[in-house]
């Protein structure tokens, strides 16, 4: 965060020293050393400068988060036009370039206007110049009664067109086009900018709030497999009480690894996968211990373990499935898990034979259900789930992309 911050600030003051450098290239007309130097002097320079960035942060920090972005568009229209008129009233560009020396503009406009004769009033205008004749006699001008001025006005006012000069107290009268420019060029860069920051912001507090409701429902999921996960191996457990098996205290010792897994790593969104093979087979050891000779048990995993990881309590979900429905007191019964690992993917497999009369939908229980859904947060398109139900056989295939 304070990396970004940073950068943004750098940005900025990039930004504004380029800007400031515009007036000190463009106005002196390519000369160096002491012009540049002189023009930064210059207080219209500096009040040029302030100016715009005032108005690039009031409007961008002030006005858009108060008014443009809350929709008030009639109270932010009235500022534009307020801030447009003090921009009118100072007129920052036309200021430095009436009073920059070196300006393109400067010789036109500092030209000394001709003296303008003062005629009293009573007095007649001299006549206008006119060659000498012979004997340097000259003649009298023409009169033809239409083009004579009134003697107390200046000749310029009663011949030929009248000229237009500056207005009176030596300001000119005209619309600083440049001021404008700037303007509207500073009110719309602040407004864009503000408004896609603020748009980003947005944009991020929907992803995190997504992100966090992903996280909370993961928890609440987890928070429910747990429970039913130590539920039933405690009715495993108490079983073996019941009946003064030799086996309890092992047992006991088994379900306190399982409860460490589940109450301390299962707590991360993704273990080794050497703990989950570690739980699901200490959970099948407690299940040995209450089954008889007819169920056999073939559990075996193949491949590289050691590196992979997985999400926590998701396989073991199946298995307690394959212990629950795949298990007779008085017919033979085979549970077969299989677990194998390749370089990209992690293979999950059970089998075993149905004895309760038993439909789909009562099989998928909150187990699975939860299960499916942490697999969708998880692993979302990366996993292959297929659960068959044929032939009196229930079969899951499950394939995870690492």
């Not at 108490?238 to 309890?248: F, I």
């Not at 050497?274 to 211990?289: A, F, G, K």
């Not at 033979?332 to 293979?347: C, G, R, W, Y």
């Amino acid at each position: 965060m304070f990396r970004v911050k940073t950068y943004l600030v750098v940005v900025h003051i990039a930004g504004w020293l380029l800007f400031m450098a515009f007036p000190l290239l463009f106005l002196n007309g390519g000369q160096q050393g002491g012009e540049g130097f002189k023009l930064l002097l210059s207080p219209y320079y500096w009040l040029f400068c302030a100016t715009y960035i005032f108005l690039f942060y009031i409007n961008g920090y002030f006005f858009i988060p108060r008014l443009f972005i809350k929709r008030r568009y009639v109270q932010y229209a009235f500022v534009v036009i307020v801030l447009y008129a003090g921009i009118y009233y100072l007129m920052p560009y036309d200021n430095l370039l009436r009073h920059n020396e070196r300006g393109p503009n400067n010789t036109a406009m500092r030209q000394p206007a001709p003296p303008m004769q003062t005629i009293n009033p009573g007095e007649h205008a001299p006549p206008p110049p006119f060659d000498e004749g012979p004997g340097g006699h000259r003649p009298p001008p023409a009169d033809d009664g239409m083009h004579k001025a009134p003697a107390h006005l200046p000749p310029s006012y009663g011949e030929g067109p009248p000229q237009f000069g500056p207005a009176p107290g030596g300001r000119h009268v005209f619309f600083d086009t440049t001021s404008l420019f700037l303007f509207m060029m500073i009110m719309a860069l602040s407004t864009a900018i503000k408004t896609i920051r603020q748009w980003q912001l947005t944009e991020h507090r929907a992803t995190q709030a997504e992100a966090d409701k992903a996280s909370a429902e993961l928890s609440f999921l987890k928070a429910q497999i747990n429970p039913h996960f130590l539920f039933n191996t405690l009715n495993n457990i108490y079983t073996l009480a019941v009946m003064k098996d030799d086996n309890a205290p092992d047992s006991i010792m088994k379900l306190s690894n399982i409860m460490r897994y589940v109450t301390d790593d299962a707590n991360a969104d993704f273990v080794a996968l050497q703990s989950e093979v570690d739980c699901i087979n200490d959970y099948i050891e407690l299940q040995r211990l209450r089954l008889g000779k007819k169920t056999t048990i073939d559990f075996g995993v193949s491949g590289n373990i050691e590196p992979k990881s997985i999400a926590p309590l998701i396989l073991i979900t199946f298995v307690e499935n394959v212990f629950k429905y795949g298990v007779s007191k008085h017919e033979e019964s085979a549970i077969v898990i299989k677990i194998s690992t390749t370089k990209d993917e992690i293979a999950f497999f059970c089998e075993n034979r149905i004895f309760q009369d038993v439909n789909e939908n009562n099989r998928t229980g909150i187990g699975l259900k939860n299960t499916r859904k942490r697999l969708e947060h998880l692993y979302p398109g990366r996993y292959l789930l297929t659960i068959n139900n044929q032939n009196n056989l229930y079969t899951v295939n499950l394939t995870l992309q690492t």
